[in-house]
């Protein structure tokens, strides 16, 4: 049965979109880039220890003494753990994102109360919007906005919209007929049963629609860290990457008590005795009017910050906004990033974190619309064939000398699976031979398929790499892997090796760097052939020799660096300064 392409038009359209609609998502982004700044700023301004009182006092308004108590320890624990920059960050994120949903939620939930054809049509999508894994908005996200935090913004706003949307609706529609019928008996305008009767009454819904969108909005921090997103979910992604699970308790803990603090106050707003009280709504907009102000005040402060630490005109910090797009922040590569910042005296410049997919889509978006843009990078790597592109020259040697590829294999490999072990020990190719397969993924095929298509184009050299090596009959093995683009290539074509010419059945493990090392060393997975060195793998090398066994290179020749497109006007880092 044939495939229906759905991946190919899926693509084609979010080019399309793209590039014919530009202008407006770079509109968008600055308007939401310029709406996160503004709150961030606002909560770094203000002291700590004010935001703190300020926050006991509404807890105190609100819930009384018990949540009082609790907000006091819970900020004051985020404190002292040192997660206070990345907490306010993060509820920058997520107030943003909440906002949005709100004024686009609302409308549209009254929208369906009032209209059953807008709620027929409304309601499909919501669905779809709620059941699609989270994982899936980050791709167009970042194809649209690039990376940072408008497109962990978009993918919040669509993964928690439905409720505040939902329960509007709900809410005006459970409103009492007979209550309808007065108000238009005493000859109320649409507006005035609209707002002086069916929101007030529907309030609780509304809140509790809201509740779950500021909630829902919580939840996606970790994932938009993977695009660029900063703040503590950012915190939490990289000790899973490096396997830190003492820093991962504690930014943990920060979302946590900041989840519960966002709960407990937005479920209070409105309770039993507020809802009888007069004038609610019109306090409620008095408030939001002061909060409007206060951050537009503090958009233009940040505005006039910015300007007054920011670089000369036409420098090539101000064309790229003094960001390197990065990848994995467990990756050596990251670590040897920050080096370099450090060695060249980028005071200015910040290494942006995410996977490497993401920086690749950044690339990409900007390759095509030639703009400046500067990555980290890595030879092999099929981006190299797909763009013209070059490296920073790096006179102080920050990334070192050129890195080998290793095969790790567990304990005791080579007496419970002899086989795959010899096979394993044998596994060297080139560059150039890990670029064809690259290349074919990257350009839509299946990474089994890639890996099949050169394993048959290279017959000679696997029949050399499988040459007296008895078959097995069926067992099974685990192959470990990272989600990087040479990885996937790799991994794959041993794989196939294996199952093909040996009869093993293989598993594929995709994990993040540190659970994939720590993978090797407990036993949990046989082998892998990603372990870049003496750069990139080496802290978990180090961490665990001893715990498992180093076949040595399966590829030489592999470079790590910054990266430019071959337009761009700069030849070595310290051009950067």
């Given at each position: 049965?044939?495939?229906?392409?759905?991946d190919r038009?899926?693509?084609?359209?979010?080019?399309?979109?793209?590039?014919?609609?530009?202008?407006?998502?770079?509109?968008?982004?600055?308007?939401?880039s310029?709406?996160?700044n503004?709150i961030s700023?606002?909560?770094h301004?203000?002291?700590?220890?004010?935001?703190?009182?300020?926050?006991?006092?509404?807890?105190?308004?609100?819930?009384?003494?018990?949540?009082a108590?609790?907000?006091a320890?819970?900020?004051?624990?985020?404190?002292?753990?040192?997660?206070?920059?990345p907490?306010?960050?993060?509820?920058?994120?997520?107030?943003t994102?909440?906002l949005?949903?709100?004024?686009?939620?609302?409308?549209?939930?009254?929208?369906?109360?009032?209209?059953?054809?807008?709620?027929?049509?409304?309601?499909?999508?919501?669905?779809?919007?709620?059941?699609?894994?989270?994982?899936v908005?980050?791709?167009?996200?970042?194809?649209?906005?690039g990376?940072?935090?408008?497109?962990?913004?978009?993918?919040?706003?669509?993964?928690s919209?439905?409720?505040?949307?939902?329960?509007?609706?709900?809410?005006?529609?459970?409103v009492?007929?007979?209550?309808?019928?007065?108000?238009?008996?005493?000859?109320?305008?649409?507006?005035q049963?609209?707002?002086?009767?069916?929101?007030?009454?529907a309030?609780p819904?509304?809140m509790?629609?809201?509740?779950?969108?500021?909630?829902l909005?919580?939840?996606?921090?970790?994932?938009?860290?993977?695009?660029?997103a900063?703040?503590?979910?950012?915190?939490?992604?990289?000790?899973?990457t490096?396997?830190?699970?003492?820093k991962?308790?504690?930014?943990?803990?920060?979302?946590?008590?900041l989840?519960?603090?966002?709960?407990?106050?937005?479920?209070?707003?409105v309770?039993?005795?507020?809802?009888k009280?007069?004038?609610?709504?019109?306090?409620?907009?008095?408030?939001?009017?002061?909060v409007?102000?206060?951050?537009?005040?503090?958009?233009?402060?940040?505005?006039?910050?910015?300007?007054?630490?920011?670089?000369?005109?036409?420098?090539?910090g101000?064309?790229?906004g003094?960001?390197i797009?990065?990848?994995?922040?467990?990756?050596?590569?990251?670590?040897a990033?920050?080096?370099?910042?450090q060695?060249?005296?980028?005071?200015?410049?910040?290494?942006?974190?995410g996977?490497?997919?993401?920086?690749?889509?950044?690339l990409?978006?900007a390759?095509?619309?030639?703009?400046?843009i500067?990555?980290?990078?890595?030879?092999p790597?099929w981006?190299?064939?797909?763009?013209?592109?070059?490296?920073?020259d790096?006179p102080?040697?920050?990334?070192?000398?050129?890195?080998?590829i290793?095969?790790i294999?567990?304990?005791?490999?080579?007496?419970?699976?002899?086989?795959?072990?010899?096979?394993?020990d044998?596994?060297?190719?080139?560059?150039?031979?890990?670029?064809?397969?690259m290349?074919g993924?990257?350009?839509g095929?299946?990474p089994?398929?890639?890996?099949?298509?050169?394993?048959?184009d290279?017959?000679a050299?696997v029949?050399?790499w499988?040459?007296?090596i008895?078959?097995?009959?069926?067992q099974?093995?685990k192959?470990?892997?990272?989600?990087?683009?040479?990885?996937?290539?790799?991994?794959?074509?041993?794989?196939?090796?294996?199952e093909?010419?040996?009869?093993?059945?293989?598993?594929?493990?995709?994990?993040?760097?540190?659970p994939?090392?720590?993978?090797?060393?407990g036993?949990?997975?046989?082998?892998m052939?990603?372990?870049?060195?003496?750069?990139?793998?080496i802290?978990?090398?180090?961490?665990y020799?001893?715990?498992?066994?180093?076949?040595?290179?399966n590829l030489?020749?592999?470079?790590?660096?910054?990266v430019?497109?071959?337009?761009?006007?700069?030849?070595?880092?310290?051009?950067l300064?």
């Open positions: 049965m044939t495939k229906l392409p759905l038009w899926v693509e084609r359209g979010v080019d399309w979109l793209s590039v014919h609609l530009r202008l407006l998502f770079d509109l968008l982004a600055s308007i939401i310029g709406v996160v503004a700023s606002l909560l301004l203000l002291p700590e220890w004010l935001i703190i009182v300020l926050l006991i006092a509404l807890a105190y308004r609100l819930g009384r003494w018990k949540l108590l609790f907000t320890i819970g900020l004051v624990l985020i404190w002292d753990l040192g997660y206070w920059d907490t306010m960050d993060t509820s920058a994120l997520v107030l994102s909440s949005i949903s709100v004024v686009l939620g609302l409308p549209l939930g009254i929208a369906c109360a009032g209209n059953r054809v807008v709620q027929n049509a409304i309601t499909p999508l919501l669905d779809f919007m709620q059941t699609m894994p989270a994982f908005y980050l791709i167009p996200a970042v194809t649209f906005f990376l940072g935090v408008v497109p962990g913004v978009i993918a919040s706003v669509i993964f919209i439905s409720p505040t949307i939902r329960l509007t609706n709900l809410g005006i529609r459970q009492p007929d007979d209550l309808i019928e007065a108000s238009e008996a005493f000859g109320s305008t649409p507006g049963k609209l707002f002086q009767v069916q929101l007030p009454l309030l819904n509304i509790a629609g809201i509740n779950q969108t500021i909630m909005s919580l939840s996606m921090v970790v994932i938009a860290s993977m695009i660029g900063q703040g503590v979910g950012a915190e939490v992604y990289r000790s899973v490096q396997l830190n699970t003492g991962g308790f504690e930014a943990g803990l920060a979302v946590v008590i989840a519960i603090l966002l709960d407990r106050l937005s479920q209070r707003l309770g039993s005795d507020r809802r009280r007069k004038g609610g709504l019109r306090q409620a907009a008095w408030i939001g009017g002061a409007i102000v206060a951050i537009a005040a503090a958009g233009v402060y940040h505005n006039v910050r910015e300007g007054a630490a920011g670089n000369e005109a036409g420098s090539i101000e064309t790229v003094n960001r797009i990065g990848i994995d922040p467990g990756a050596g590569l990251m670590k990033s920050a080096k370099a910042l060695d060249y005296e980028l005071r200015n410049w910040s290494l942006l974190e996977s490497g997919t993401a920086m690749t889509a950044a990409d978006k390759y095509k619309a030639q703009q400046p500067i990555v980290t990078g890595w030879t790597h981006m190299f064939v797909k763009y013209d592109l070059k490296y920073l790096d102080k040697g920050s990334f070192g000398a050129s890195e080998e290793h095969t294999a567990r304990l005791k490999l080579d007496k419970d699976q002899p086989s795959a072990y010899r096979f394993l044998r596994f060297h190719w080139t560059p150039s031979d890990m670029e064809k397969v290349i993924i990257s350009e095929k299946n089994d398929d890639a890996a099949a298509g050169w394993v048959k290279n017959a050299t029949d050399e499988v040459k007296g008895p078959p097995a009959s069926g099974k093995l192959l470990a892997l990272v989600a990087w683009d040479s990885e996937i290539a790799s991994t794959h074509v041993v794989k196939n090796v294996l093909s010419r040996l009869g093993f059945k293989v598993d594929l493990l995709q994990v993040e760097i540190g994939m090392w720590a993978g090797i060393a036993g949990d997975a046989d082998a052939v990603a372990a870049w060195l003496p750069t990139t793998s802290d978990f090398y180090n961490k020799k001893g715990s498992f066994e180093d076949l040595g290179s030489e020749g592999t470079r790590l660096g910054f430019v497109p071959s337009y761009m006007d700069v030849n070595s880092i310290e051009d300064r």
